[in-house]
């Protein structure tokens, strides 16, 4: 009890305190100044709410466009410049994949279309660097570069593969070119020599093979074949086509030296720019992380002058309210004061109390007043001798008090009669002060209407405020709710994309089981070409055999014709001899027998192997027919390999592709949500604003009602039309 005590003491001395230093500081101040005084005081203090609402406003308007300009133009360029990157990514991929399948001029397209948008990333990196600056502008000038250094390598790789698969002039055209040379050649050189010929074979199914998938494994069967075929041209070719030969041989080992060369490059011009891809995205994240960095910086600041905009509106006006109020109690406690006092003054004397006096307590016009009432009582006290004269006296003063009891009622147009007795004097001093009271209330009803009007004014303006800040907040709820919208938009792209990156890695598997098998049907057709030459040699062996049977068989018809022959010889010797050739004729009969039946079994011979040697020939011709078929297969499983490596390279990148738009997804996720967060705050923001703007606007309502009270107690007071 004691401390609420003491504590409303010190207030009390506080206030009082207050109340003397400004008595002291406006005492020596005229009604008129007082009153100019306060009026241009509330009328300071009501621009300086104004003032601090527009500067608020502004500055929250200032940062949110800051924000939404900006940043937001800046986010929206480096998504679409990111889209282009993988764009162009894609397309390069497509030009790589085109170019061994139909050819340089079919790829063409994708190249232009890379270019383009090459062209269009580097447009939206431009747009960027003229909205940042400082760390923003180096990482946007990074990317910038990465962009050009993957634009020119993959112009060189266009370069490099038109020197490979030019269609006229290309390693490739003049590497087929010499393979079926140098194939023709020998054949028509080598008839007498398959060894050549199967080594040229060989190696003309090795190139082949090579240009369906080229790698380390191919290429050094080639290497191989080269080696094997010089070999076999250096032991086996004729003397006169060895040095054609030599030379076709090696023109195709140097152009085939110079196509490793040439793909080697390609790889690594294609993995140069592969590595300038890669470098884009870090620089694109960076600035995209930034400028989202700074967009939630923006609704931070934006908070914070909402908040300081919000304290300094409710401090300055509540301020200016109790300032206002404080005055207008002040000078209106200072007037009321002074009359009351005169007032009672004027009761005594009416009732015949010439010995009253008032009390003077300020030191403007109704000061004045005072004390020239003080001294014209004295004067007049001097003057009164008799009881008659003080019974006129205060026949005077009822009389006066009759005419100015209106006056008191607040009819400031009252005047007294003004006579030559005693009391004219004082009948004229209360006519001059009803005339100097009038213009003070004049003046104060003229100050009490500015007020009033200015405090209507800026009540207009605090509501204008209010309903801007409830559209403000309106739109911002708006942008929350479409950045929501969004935002689910792209959490469902993000589950897309993961489950696409799960059924792309299902075909990767599968594509990659497909190539293995196919792979595996290859090496078993080329064991089974192996066996079938093995068995075409065989049977050409056979072949060879069955001749050299039916050379024998000719030597045995003509040892038959010849015995046969010598038979015939002895029989007519055996006859020419008679008796004594007997004997003789009988072996030459047996032996004449004898060389029939070896005739005949010769013959019989002969049938056989020129059967046998059709059916060798016929399964030779089959066997090769086989071969060819065998070949084909091969070509064909190569084929497919190839195709199945080229599903299998396509889907690792539309794998990997996905799973970077996956990546991709899920950042857009985590920032929309961080954009999302930021919108939230701005919108928490924007309500704390249109609060503080409402608050605003019901204290300026109270200030006016103020106003209003003071216009409607000074319109108590009936004045002199001005």
Not at 120 to 147: C, F, H, Y
Not at 279 to 284: E, F, G, M, T
Not at 395 to 416: N, P, Q, S, Y
Not at 598 to 616: C, D, F, P, R, V
Request: aromatic content about 4%; overall charge negative; proline content about 1%.
């Amino acid at each position: 009890m004691e401390g609420q005590n003491g504590e409303q003491a010190a207030e009390q001395a506080i206030i009082g305190g207050g109340q003397d230093l400004l008595a002291r500081l406006t005492g020596n101040l005229g009604i008129r100044a007082k009153l100019l005084l306060s009026f241009l005081v509330i009328l300071a203090l009501t621009v300086i709410v104004a003032v601090v609402a527009l500067v608020g406003q502004r500055s929250a308007g200032q940062a949110d466009e800051e924000m939404s300009q900006g940043q937001k133009r800046l986010a929206r360029l480096s998504y679409e410049a990111q889209a282009d990157v993988d764009r162009m990514r894609r397309l390069a991929s497509m030009f790589r994949q085109t170019v061994p399948e139909q050819g340089l001029d079919a790829a063409r397209r994708y190249a232009e279309q890379f270019q383009r948008a090459a062209a269009e990333a580097r447009a939206k990196l431009d747009a960027m660097t003229n909205l940042v600056s400082g760390e923003q502008k180096a990482l946007t000038r990074t990317a910038i570069d990465a962009v050009s250094r993957y634009t020119t390598g993959f112009q060189r790789t266009v370069e490099s593969l038109d020197q490979k698969y030019n269609a006229r002039t290309g390693l490739l055209a003049k590497q087929t070119e010499l393979v079926e040379q140098m194939a023709a050649a020998i054949r028509s050189s080598a008839a007498t020599s398959p060894e050549l010929v199967q080594r040229c074979h060989h190696l003309e199914l090795g190139y082949y093979r090579f240009l369906l998938h080229a790698n380390a494994e191919s290429s050094a069967v080639v290497l191989e074949g080269i080696s094997a075929l010089r070999a076999a041209i250096v032991a086996q070719a004729p003397n006169s086509q060895q040095a054609a030969l030599k030379k076709l041989c090696d023109q195709f080992a140097g152009n085939f030296d110079a196509l490793l060369k040439a793909s080697e490059k390609i790889d690594t011009q294609f993995a140069d720019a592969d590595e300038a891809a890669r470098q884009i995205d870090p620089a694109l994240k960076s600035v995209q992380d930034d400028a989202l960095n700074r967009q939630t910086l923006a609704g931070q600041r934006l908070q914070d002058s909402e908040s300081a905009s919000r304290y300094a509106i409710l401090t300055t006006t509540i301020l200016a309210i109790c300032l206002g109020l404080f005055l207008a109690w002040f000078l209106s406690r200072g007037l009321t004061n002074q009359i009351d006092k005169i007032m009672a003054l004027l009761s005594e004397l009416g009732i015949g109390n010439f010995n009253a006096r008032t009390e003077v307590v300020a030191q403007d016009e109704l000061g004045v007043m005072a004390s020239s009432l003080n001294a014209m009582l004295d004067n007049m006290t001097t003057m009164i001798q008799s009881q008659g004269d003080q019974e006129k006296l205060q026949e005077a003063f009822m009389k006066l008090m009759m005419e100015i009891d209106e006056l008191t009622e607040g009819d400031l147009t009252v005047r007294a009669e003004v006579t030559e007795d005693v009391t004219g004097a004082l009948a004229d001093s209360v006519n001059t002060m009803a005339e100097q009271f009038g213009g003070i209330v004049r003046q104060v009803k003229d100050a009490s209407n500015a007020v009033d009007r200015t405090a209507a004014n800026v009540s207009k303006l605090t509501s204008d405020l209010a309903v801007r800040s409830l559209e403000q907040n309106k739109q911002v709820n708006n942008a929350i709710a479409a950045i929501h919208t969004i935002a689910e938009s792209i959490r469902q792209v993000s589950r897309n994309a993961a489950l696409s990156a799960e059924v792309s890695q299902t075909s990767r598997a599968n594509a990659r089981a497909g190539a293995e098998a196919v792979e595996q049907t290859h090496h078993a057709m080329d064991e089974i070409r192996e066996q079938i030459n093995e068995t075409a040699r065989s049977i050409k062996r056979l072949g060879e055999s069955s001749m050299e049977i039916g050379n024998v068989v000719e030597i045995i018809n003509s040892i038959a014709d010849r015995t046969s022959i010598l038979a015939l010889n002895a029989s007519i010797q055996a006859a020419m001899a008679g008796e004594a050739g007997h004997g003789f004729a009988v072996v030459a009969e047996e032996v004449q027998r004898l060389a029939e039946s070896s005739s005949k079994s010769t013959k019989q011979i002969e049938t056989l192997i020129k059967g046998i040697q059709a059916e060798i020939k016929d399964a030779g011709n089959r066997m090769d027919e086989s071969i060819s078929k065998v070949v084909q297969g091969s070509q064909l499983a190569d084929g497919a390999y190839t195709k199945l490596q080229e599903i299998e390279t396509v889907s690792n990148q539309l794998a990997d592709l996905i799973q970077s738009i996956s990546q991709s997804a899920a950042e857009q996720e985590e920032r929309s949500e961080e954009v999302v967060a930021s919108m939230v705050s701005v919108g928490e923001a924007s309500t704390n604003t249109t609060n503080s703007t409402q608050a605003t606007n019901s204290l300026m309502s109270v200030l006016n009602n103020t106003a209003r009270e003071l216009r409607s107690a000074v319109d108590a007071f009936k004045i002199e039309s001005a």
